[in-house]
């Protein structure tokens, strides 16, 4: 009799519940309960419009710090993914309480945002032994976790320097050129890590000819040692891009002028033999029409995935304002070399392309332009690799994006581009001196990262100015990137890290 009367008490709270839901009892109406949900929360710490997305599609922007609800609502037992379309300007947004399954509304997703922070690293100084002055370069990473990077100015002979940089940020000058009659001088562009941890690297000028020199250093000892003294003709002049070492263990380069029609060099280099090598002299304007070549090539050189090398040129190519060249290693000095494609100078479209290529995951290739584009402020653009064309990803304004971006676009862990842009930006109430931006592989811009400060506001001796170069993603995920002037009283500029 005791089980019996245990099992019927156990059946009174499901009547009472069956009873307490046919009353209206959990929220729903007319005895069913709701079939979908609203989702919202709050965000604070922006100025500017923010564009927040749920599930990556449901759209909603936010003029002012408040409370938001998005307008489609999400089926009972659903997800909901809330997410940041678009930062506001020069800031970075952070979400909590941002994904889950609807079981009911939702009204605690937190949006906060705050501006991008840069940090400044190491300002460059005036004395005769310290770094000075950036013209182009980005830093290299090392297999040993320090940073090498050049500036063109400074050091023992006040012609450059090759330096390294910890983690924590202290700078050690590795070499001074100009030590020597024939040395090099004014590096360009940032040293290559070889395979034995030495350093590889150009300089613009210099040399037995003054026309530039291949160099290599050991960072432990800061012995240098001149590979190439180009002379201007057979093996081209004044290298400007950084060297590549390509999968073969070869160094790839190029020189901006000279060869046998005066438009530049594509070279290698085997650091096994110690043997230089001219790939191809390009022609620029010095060719019919119909069969138009590239000039003067320009910044870095890259592998892709393919296997082949891809460089861009500023001048030559059909309408004369460059375009996108590639080598197959091991073809041979005669038939490795083929245009890909030149920019046209139609209206929206890039040209004048600055700073070397960049990969994505989805195979194709991704450069900035320094002019071009709807407003010629410049432009990111895409290379197709299967059919290769040129198509404009991303058209700067001019505004708060900045213009004239400059350098190697950088990938980021998140798959976005970070591009700097050398000049613009708004800087509180008036333009500043450069930007870093985030866009994405689709071509939107997702926020402006950082604006540099414009001369006049007190930022001269402070804060860091007229950015150069692309960035590099540390090993801890930060952005790594060099600046010309500013960051101290000598204005010199320095490095700089953004979180």
């Given at each position: 009799?005791?089980?019996?009367?245990?099992?019927?008490?156990?059946?009174?709270?499901?009547?009472l519940?069956?009873?307490?839901?046919?009353?209206?009892?959990?929220?729903?109406?007319?005895?069913?309960?709701?079939?979908?949900?609203?989702?919202?929360?709050?965000?604070?710490?922006?100025?500017?419009?923010?564009?927040?997305?749920?599930?990556?599609?449901?759209?909603?922007?936010?003029?002012?710090?408040?409370?938001?609800?998005?307008?489609?609502?999400?089926?009972?037992?659903?997800?909901?993914?809330?997410?940041?379309?678009m930062?506001?300007?020069a800031q970075?947004?952070?979400?909590?309480?941002?994904s889950?399954?609807?079981?009911?509304?939702?009204?605690?997703?937190?949006?906060?945002?705050?501006?991008?922070?840069?940090?400044t690293?190491?300002?460059?100084?005036?004395?005769?032994?310290?770094?000075?002055?950036?013209l182009?370069?980005?830093l290299?990473?090392?297999?040993?976790?320090?940073?090498?990077?050049?500036?063109?100015?400074?050091?023992?002979?006040?012609?450059?320097?090759?330096?390294?940089?910890?983690?924590?940020?202290?700078?050690?000058?590795?070499?001074?050129?100009?030590?020597?009659?024939n040395?090099?001088?004014?590096?360009?562009?940032?040293?290559?890590?070889?395979?034995?941890?030495?350093?590889?690297?150009?300089?613009a000028?210099?040399?037995?000819?003054?026309?530039?020199?291949?160099?290599?250093?050991?960072?432990?000892?800061?012995?240098?040692?001149?590979?190439?003294?180009?002379?201007?003709?057979?093996?081209?002049?004044?290298?400007?891009?950084?060297?590549?070492?390509?999968?073969?263990?070869?160094?790839?380069?190029?020189?901006?002028?000279?060869?046998?029609?005066?438009?530049?060099?594509?070279?290698?280099?085997?650091?096994?033999?110690?043997?230089?090598?001219?790939?191809?002299?390009?022609?620029?304007?010095?060719?019919?029409?119909?069969?138009?070549?590239?000039?003067?090539?320009?910044r870095?050189?890259m592998?892709?995935?393919?296997?082949?090398?891809?460089?861009?040129?500023l001048?030559?190519?059909?309408?004369?304002i460059?375009?996108?060249?590639?080598?197959?290693?091991?073809?041979?000095?005669?038939?490795?070399?083929?245009?890909?494609?030149?920019?046209?100078?139609?209206?929206g479209?890039?040209?004048?392309?600055?700073?070397?290529?960049?990969?994505?995951?989805?195979?194709?290739?991704?450069?900035?332009?320094?002019?071009?584009?709807?407003?010629?402020?410049?432009?990111?653009?895409?290379?197709?690799?299967?059919?290769?064309?040129?198509?404009?990803?991303?058209?700067?304004?001019?505004?708060?994006?900045?213009?004239?971006?400059?350098?190697?676009?950088?990938?980021?862990?998140?798959g976005?581009?970070?591009v700097?842009?050398?000049q613009?930006?708004?800087?509180?109430?008036?333009?500043?001196?450069?930007?870093?931006?985030?866009?994405?592989?689709?071509?939107?811009?997702?926020?402006?990262?950082?604006?540099?400060?414009?001369?006049?506001?007190?930022?001269?001796?402070?804060?860091?100015?007229?950015?150069?170069?692309?960035?590099?993603?540390?090993?801890?995920?930060?952005?790594?990137?060099?600046?010309?002037?500013?960051?101290?009283?000598?204005?010199?500029?320095?490095?700089?890290?953004?979180?």
């Open positions: 009799m005791k089980a019996i009367r245990h099992i019927a008490l156990l059946g009174i709270p499901t009547v519940c069956a009873t307490l839901a046919a009353c209206g009892g959990g929220g729903g109406g007319g005895g069913s309960s709701p079939s979908s949900f609203s989702i919202g929360g709050s965000a604070s710490g922006f100025t500017g419009v923010l564009q927040l997305l749920d599930n990556g599609s449901d759209s909603l922007s936010l003029s002012q710090p408040g409370t938001f609800t998005f307008a489609k609502k999400v089926a009972s037992g659903s997800p909901y993914a809330v997410s940041v379309g930062y506001p300007p970075y947004c952070s979400i909590a309480n941002g889950g399954t609807a079981k009911a509304n939702v009204s605690n997703v937190g949006v906060s945002c705050a501006p991008g922070t840069l940090k690293l190491y300002t460059f100084g005036s004395t005769t032994q310290a770094p000075v002055g950036v182009d370069g980005d290299t990473l090392g297999a040993d976790g320090n940073y090498y990077g050049t500036t063109s100015q400074g050091g023992a002979k006040g012609e450059g320097t090759l330096f390294k940089m910890t983690p924590a940020g202290q700078v050690t000058v590795l070499y001074s050129f100009g030590m020597a009659a040395d090099g001088t004014n590096p360009y562009g940032r040293p290559v890590y070889g395979p034995k941890g030495n350093l590889y690297g150009v300089t000028s210099g040399g037995s000819n003054g026309l530039g020199t291949l160099y290599e250093v050991d960072p432990a000892t800061g012995q240098e040692t001149v590979l190439v003294d180009f002379n201007g003709t057979a093996d081209g002049s004044n290298p400007i891009g950084s060297p590549l070492l390509g999968s073969n263990g070869k160094l790839y380069g190029t020189t901006e002028g000279g060869g046998q029609l005066g438009e530049g060099v594509l070279y290698d280099y085997d650091l096994a033999t110690n043997t230089f090598t001219a790939l191809h002299d390009f022609a620029g304007g010095n060719l019919p029409a119909a069969n138009q070549d590239l000039g003067q090539p320009h870095s050189l592998q892709a995935t393919n296997g082949l090398i891809y460089g861009t040129t001048r030559g190519g059909a309408d004369g460059g375009g996108v060249y590639q080598w197959a290693p091991g073809s041979g000095a005669t038939n490795g070399y083929q245009v890909v494609a030149s920019f046209t100078g139609a209206t479209q890039p040209a004048h392309p600055v700073g070397g290529l960049v990969q994505s995951s989805n195979g194709e290739l991704y450069g900035v332009s320094l002019s071009g584009g709807t407003g010629n402020h410049g432009t990111i653009y895409s290379v197709n690799l299967t059919n290769n064309t040129i198509s404009t990803l991303y058209d700067f304004t001019g505004g708060q994006d900045g213009e004239a971006p400059n350098g190697t676009p950088c990938i980021g862990s998140d976005n581009l970070y700097v842009a050398g613009g930006g708004l800087s509180g109430a008036t333009t500043g001196t450069g930007t870093v931006d985030e866009v994405s592989t689709a071509g939107v811009l997702q926020r402006v990262v950082y604006t540099f400060p414009a001369t006049g506001q007190g930022s001269t001796g402070q804060q860091l100015q007229s950015p150069v170069a692309g960035l590099i993603v540390g090993a801890n995920g930060f952005l790594y990137g060099l600046a010309a002037t500013g960051g101290g009283s000598t204005g010199g500029g320095g490095i700089y890290q953004i979180d």
